[in-house]
């Protein structure tokens, strides 16, 4: 009963509020919609303080070294110490980290962030001896200490069998330092491409059709302006834009390959394969299910190449459909749609009625509490995200309300992460919370798939649905067909290195330019892909987190076939989700999935996906049939 009073209640509210004025400005002063620090420390001495003791203690763990092979009792002294650590770390990176988003021009909480790194640092060097130990006290003697200690077995049996696992990658103690050393190193090309993309390039101004002057065409004057309704002034923006990142594909070229070079040296003194199979290692992931996923993606370009016809249609384009074409809205609205914050818990409570109350008891729990900075301010650090790594506080959610549909599905999108965090660390020690970016973002997308669905379903005019339902299709093709693409580039670049040839930007730009045109259907005359926009590459920061973006689609895929069976099946798909969820990280996340009953190397998720996006173009075929 309870569930449904929820569902009821936002859905009243809804079809009142989701119109509601725009709030006043002095919303963002407000405390109530700004997070809570107290709840990690009480203040920034308090964080220094816990600072300095950690250090003293990290200078201590090499005291372990050379122990944990003496007994079960002795492992678990030392596995514990190293724990505790981390566990404390982590709230101090957490903390320096919110802290220096709160307002980005504050130097001292700058300079708190990067105290907070080379504490990291060094707690990595502290313990880079930590793997080769466990590895020569062997499988047979770790297999006895865990039969005789109950509590090493619970905490540390997964981090151990990962550890063994790595045995044929593991380096000399030394040999451990220094590539933990070489950490800040090898993570310099994503700075590199920070400062120049961010700061340093020189973006000129355009003037619209409508005389709007826009002063610096920038990343986020681009995303602003690159939707306008006007085709010419798209055209303009996207010409201007990327042109201004071609002057620099030599550099940004240079950086990007810098970034595969160090993936692909890690590689090699770890005796890897090649870079994929290294990236895949720690999640034990087959990499059947990376190309799977590549291959099942190429197999729904037509209905991927629907949906762009269907666009230009929409969009009333005589001649070719161009790249620039891809962001406007397919769907107008006679009123903008506007989403308090209060109307975004009513709704998140109601889209996620399905999983059941204990997923509902966790809600309630967070929005009662300061876990959330949600307005956009002056000096705050743009974006969303969850950070969860605080174990023994809560999640703490960076927000920058618009008060729009797509900061409404930011909200459901972040929260799934949250809720996910709860459920696992409520079940599971610190040791075995952290859960995979692989299962990570099926938590979240599950929230969007869901509420897209509910926001169709309540659509209060035809257009109104139309609109949701081209918001769901821009869901796909953003996240499931973009996502792919960007890693089968990153593939792409790493195969080129592997087979002894080198990379630049120009040729980064080509095999980039033959994936934009396979996807968006350049041969078979869906889209015309102006090659002055092949430069796009450079402007991606995900290739300079490794191989990461492939996951946002897998993800998504798995997310798919979860909310059909929820939606179809009840309880018994709820509860394979939900167990999933609280898992966390005890077990590798290909394993996790398949216990779930999905097999993500397989086609089935990638299809029901496809599937997915293939329903949404009939309903909308079937509305505008309609008019």
């Given at each position: 009963?309870?569930?449904?009073?929820?569902?009821?209640?936002?859905?009243?509210?809804?079809?009142?509020?989701?119109?509601?004025?725009?709030?006043?400005?002095?919303?963002?002063?407000?405390?109530?919609?700004?997070?809570?620090?107290?709840?990690?420390?009480?203040?920034?001495?308090?964080w220094k303080a816990e600072h300095d003791k950690l250090k003293a203690e990290i200078d201590g763990l090499e005291k372990y070294k050379g122990t944990l092979g003496k007994s079960a009792a002795a492992m678990f002294?030392?596995?514990?110490?190293?724990?505790?650590?981390?566990?404390?770390?982590?709230?101090?990176?957490?903390?320096?980290?919110?802290?220096?988003?709160?307002?980005?021009?504050?130097?001292?909480?700058?300079?708190?962030?990067?105290?907070?790194?080379?504490?990291?640092?060094?707690?990595?060097?502290?313990?880079?001896?930590?793997?080769?130990?466990?590895?020569?006290?062997?499988?047979?003697?770790?297999?006895?200490?865990?039969?005789?200690?109950?509590?090493?077995?619970?905490?540390?049996?997964?981090?151990?069998?990962?550890?063994?696992?790595?045995?044929?990658?593991?380096?000399?103690?030394?040999?451990?330092?220094?590539?933990?050393?070489?950490?800040?190193?090898?993570?310099?090309?994503?700075?590199?491409?920070?400062?120049?993309?961010?700061?340093?390039?020189?973006?000129?101004?355009?003037?619209?059709?409508?005389?709007?002057?826009?002063?610096?065409?920038?990343?986020?004057?681009?995303?602003?302006?690159?939707?306008?309704?006007?085709?010419?002034?798209?055209?303009?923006?996207?010409?201007?834009?990327?042109?201004?990142?071609?002057?620099?594909?030599?550099?940004?070229?240079?950086?990007?390959?810098?970034?595969?070079?160090?993936?692909?040296?890690?590689?090699?003194?770890?005796?890897?394969?090649?870079?994929?199979?290294?990236?895949?290692?720690?999640?034990?992931?087959?990499?059947?299910?990376?190309?799977?996923?590549?291959?099942?993606?190429?197999?729904?370009?037509?209905?991927?190449?629907?949906?762009?016809?269907?666009?230009?249609?929409?969009?009333?384009?005589?001649?070719?459909?161009?790249?620039?074409?891809?962001?406007?809205?397919?769907?107008?609205?006679?009123?903008?749609?506007?989403?308090?914050?209060?109307?975004?818990?009513?709704?998140?409570?109601?889209?996620?009625?399905?999983?059941?109350?204990?997923?509902?008891?966790?809600?309630?729990?967070?929005?009662?509490?300061?876990?959330?900075?949600?307005?956009?301010?002056?000096?705050?650090?743009?974006?969303?995200?969850?950070?969860?790594?605080?174990?023994?506080?809560?999640?703490?959610?960076?927000?920058?309300?618009?008060?729009?549909?797509?900061?409404?599905?930011?909200?459901?999108?972040?929260?799934?992460?949250?809720?996910?965090?709860?459920?696992?660390?409520?079940?599971?020690?610190?040791?075995?919370?952290?859960?995979?970016?692989?299962?990570?973002?099926?938590?979240?997308?599950?929230?969007?798939?869901?509420?897209?669905?509910?926001?169709?379903?309540?659509?209060?005019?035809?257009?109104?649905?139309?609109?949701?339902?081209?918001?769901?299709?821009?869901?796909?093709?953003?996240?499931?067909?973009?996502?792919?693409?960007?890693?089968?580039?990153?593939?792409?670049?790493?195969?080129?290195?592997?087979?002894?040839?080198?990379?630049?930007?120009?040729?980064?730009?080509?095999?980039?330019?033959?994936?934009?045109?396979?996807?968006?259907?350049?041969?078979?005359?869906?889209?015309?892909?102006?090659?002055?926009?092949?430069?796009?590459?450079?402007?991606?920061?995900?290739?300079?987190?490794?191989?990461?973006?492939?996951?946002?689609?897998?993800?998504?895929?798995?997310?798919?076939?979860?909310?059909?069976?929820?939606?179809?099946?009840?309880?018994?798909?709820?509860?394979?989700?939900?167990?999933?969820?609280?898992?966390?990280?005890?077990?590798?996340?290909?394993?996790?999935?398949?216990?779930?009953?999905?097999?993500?190397?397989?086609?089935?998720?990638?299809?029901?996906?496809?599937?997915?996006?293939?329903?949404?173009?009939?309903?909308?075929?079937?509305?505008?049939?309609?008019?």
């Open positions: 009963m309870k569930n449904i009073l929820i569902g009821a209640f936002a859905l009243m509210t809804l079809s009142t509020a989701a119109f509601a004025d725009t709030p006043p400005a002095g919303d963002a002063a407000n405390p109530a919609y700004m997070w809570d620090l107290s709840d990690l420390y009480p203040s920034p001495q308090a002294e030392g596995l514990d110490a190293i724990s505790k650590a981390h566990k404390e770390f982590d709230r101090l990176y957490v903390y320096a980290s919110l802290k220096g988003d709160e307002d980005v021009r504050i130097a001292e909480n700058q300079e708190r962030v990067q105290l907070a790194q080379a504490l990291g640092t060094r707690l990595s060097e502290r313990t880079a001896w930590l793997s080769t130990e466990i590895l020569a006290v062997g499988a047979k003697k770790v297999e006895a200490y865990e039969k005789q200690s109950p509590e090493l077995k619970h905490r540390f049996d997964f981090f151990l069998d990962n550890t063994l696992r790595a045995a044929p990658h593991t380096l000399s103690p030394e040999s451990e330092g220094v590539m933990a050393a070489a950490s800040n190193v090898l993570i310099q090309p994503n700075n590199i491409y920070s400062v120049l993309s961010n700061g340093e390039l020189p973006f000129p101004g355009v003037t619209l059709s409508d005389g709007t002057k826009v002063e610096r065409l920038d990343q986020a004057a681009y995303t602003k302006y690159r939707q306008a309704p006007n085709r010419a002034d798209r055209k303009l923006v996207f010409d201007t834009f990327w042109g201004t990142w071609k002057k620099y594909e030599g550099t940004f070229g240079s950086s990007l390959n810098t970034q595969v070079l160090a993936a692909e040296f890690d590689a090699k003194v770890r005796r890897y394969p090649n870079a994929l199979s290294d990236a895949l290692f720690a999640d034990n992931m087959p990499e059947a299910v990376y190309r799977q996923l590549v291959a099942q993606a190429n197999a729904g370009l037509p209905v991927f190449h629907r949906y762009l016809k269907l666009r230009k249609r929409l969009l009333g384009i005589k001649d070719d459909l161009g790249y620039y074409d891809i962001y406007p809205t397919m769907f107008t609205l006679d009123k903008p749609l506007h989403f308090g914050v209060d109307d975004a818990e009513r709704i998140a409570f109601d889209v996620t009625a399905p999983y059941g109350p204990e997923y509902a008891v966790k809600l309630h729990q967070a929005f009662a509490g300061r876990w959330m900075d949600v307005l956009p301010r002056t000096g705050k650090a743009s974006g969303a995200y969850m950070n969860g790594s605080a174990y023994d506080v809560h999640p703490y959610l960076h927000l920058n309300h618009n008060y729009d549909f797509e900061s409404l599905s930011t909200f459901v999108h972040e929260w799934g992460h949250a809720v996910h965090t709860m459920l696992a660390h409520d079940a599971q020690p610190y040791d075995k919370a952290n859960y995979s970016t692989f299962i990570a973002e099926t938590a979240s997308i599950s929230n969007e798939m869901l509420l897209n669905d509910y926001m169709v379903a309540h659509a209060r005019t035809k257009n109104e649905k139309l609109y949701y339902l081209g918001e769901g299709l821009e869901l796909i093709r953003g996240t499931f067909f973009r996502q792919t693409m960007f890693g089968e580039f990153q593939l792409a670049l790493h195969e080129e290195v592997e087979k002894g040839n080198a990379l630049s930007g120009k040729r980064m730009t080509e095999i980039y330019c033959d994936l934009l045109k396979r996807y968006h259907g350049d041969a078979q005359g869906v889209m015309k892909i102006d090659p002055a926009y092949c430069v796009e590459w450079a402007f991606i920061p995900h290739f300079y987190y490794g191989f990461y973006v492939w996951q946002y689609a897998t993800s998504m895929a798995g997310a798919a076939q979860f909310t059909d069976a929820i939606e179809h099946e009840g309880a018994p798909a709820r509860d394979r989700y939900i167990a999933m969820l609280k898992a966390g990280g005890s077990d590798y996340a290909y394993e996790l999935y398949k216990k779930a009953g999905i097999d993500m190397a397989s086609p089935a998720p990638y299809q029901a996906l496809v599937a997915r996006m293939s329903r949404i173009l009939d309903q909308i075929d079937a509305l505008e049939a309609e008019k």
